[in-house]
């Protein structure tokens, strides 16, 4: 008997050409479907991620503080990115064993926690003297040419008796690094001026107004500067915060750490005759000429003095303790030096507990 096999496959249908089109267009739209899909996926995710960091991202700082009898308000902006980068407080912050005496302000900062230690009067309104040379020379860093050859005017010496200078006289040629150095380590008044005549292309009033313009970008909103030294001027006044902001931008240049870390100096300029001349200039800081001595342990990394009769002593300083961990501390408005100095020590020791 002959068997068939039913089983045997048939030939595939040919699809018609309508069906052809069909099936091509369902594939495209798949196709754009599922890219479609993708591409919000992919926006989905950006958002999220954008979303996320901005959660932890640093938000500017909003404090709101009676500062000069005046309340400013909540969303008052003390500086950008201020929460993250730097110490923040309101109002006198107590520690232990830390007290300062009648009208002195003072504040210690823990710059590696953002902390604020302790303050009293940290906002309110102080006279400066010659801690207004962090401010000259920050001005001067963004903008002075340290190898230009300045020549002194008789404006530039023309300053009140007893005022601190390191005897230049008119007609004296000197570059501005050595200018730089009188005025950070001799805190001299006249290297003060001959920079910010120079740097302010002639007027020592363009200079000061570059100085309140770099303020306000620092958010420093308690200061307001006439002068690029610091001699009094009842409408030239900072607070102890403003001058944390100023020290703490400062110490981000070499130059600035490694002049002022300097017990002295030598500067060189040619004299209006034409004869070269030298000056040695001590340090104004008693810590770095060893009239006074800090806390075991803590180490000068740079800073600033300052002695007027209506600013009283003061001094701001960058230190580390044992543990390399930076600090700024300040006291202002002090009695005299000694007690000056022995308000400071009383903050540097208290770094090693905090």
Same mark, same amino acid.
């Given at each position: ?89 309101? %109002?006198?912050?107590?520690? +232990?064993? /830390? ?6 302000? *003072?504040? =210690?900062?823990?710059?590696? &926690? ?52 390191? %005897?230049?006289?008119?007609? +004296?040629? /000197? ?6 150095? *009188?005025? =950070?380590?001799?805190?001299? &008044? ?165």
């Amino acid at each position: 008997m002959k068997c068939t096999n039913n089983t045997n496959p048939t030939k595939k249908k040919k699809l018609s050409k309508k069906e052809l089109h069909r099936k091509k267009i369902r594939k495209t739209l798949f196709l754009s479907i599922f890219l479609i899909i993708l591409f919000l996926s992919g926006i989905l995710g950006l958002v999220l991620l954008k979303n996320h960091k901005t959660a932890y991202m640093p938000t500017p700082f909003r404090l709101s503080v009676e500062v000069f009898g005046q309340t400013t308000g909540e969303n008052t902006l003390v500086a950008e990115g201020l929460a993250a980068d730097l110490c923040v407080g309101a %109002g006198d912050t107590p520690m +232990d064993g /830390i007290e300062a005496q009648g009208d002195e302000r *003072a504040a =210690l900062f823990d710059i590696q &926690n953002k902390k604020l230690l302790f303050s009293k009067s940290l906002y309110e309104k102080s006279y400066p003297a010659s801690i207004t040379k962090i401010m000259t020379a920050l001005v001067a860093m963004e903008h002075a040419d340290m190898e230009q050859t300045v020549t002194i005017a008789a404006e530039d010496v023309t300053l009140e008796a007893d005022s601190q200078v390191c %005897g230049l006289a008119a007609g +004296d040629q /000197i570059t501005m690094d050595q200018l730089f150095h *009188a005025l =950070l380590v001799y805190s001299a &008044n006249d290297a003060a001026m001959a920079i910010a005549r120079t740097v302010g292309g002639g007027s020592v009033d363009t200079f000061v107004q570059m100085m309140n313009e770099e303020a306000q970008r620092l958010g420093m909103t308690g200061s307001h500067f006439v002068n690029p030294h610091g001699l009094h001027n009842e409408d030239h006044y900072t607070t102890v915060y403003d001058i944390y902001l100023m020290l703490n931008e400062a110490m981000k240049h070499q130059e600035f750490t490694d002049i002022t870390q300097l017990s002295n100096c030598v500067i060189t300029y040619v004299s209006s005759d034409g004869t070269e001349r030298q000056k040695w200039l001590d340090a104004t800081d008693q810590y770095l000429t060893g009239e006074s001595s800090p806390p075991k342990g803590v180490t000068i990394l740079g800073g600033k003095t300052g002695t007027t009769a209506k600013a009283g002593a003061c001094l701001a300083l960058m230190v580390q303790n044992n543990y390399g961990e930076p600090f700024v501390s300040i006291v202002l408005n002090a009695e005299n030096k000694p007690i000056l100095y022995e308000r400071m020590n009383q903050l540097l020791e208290s770094m090693n507990r905090s």
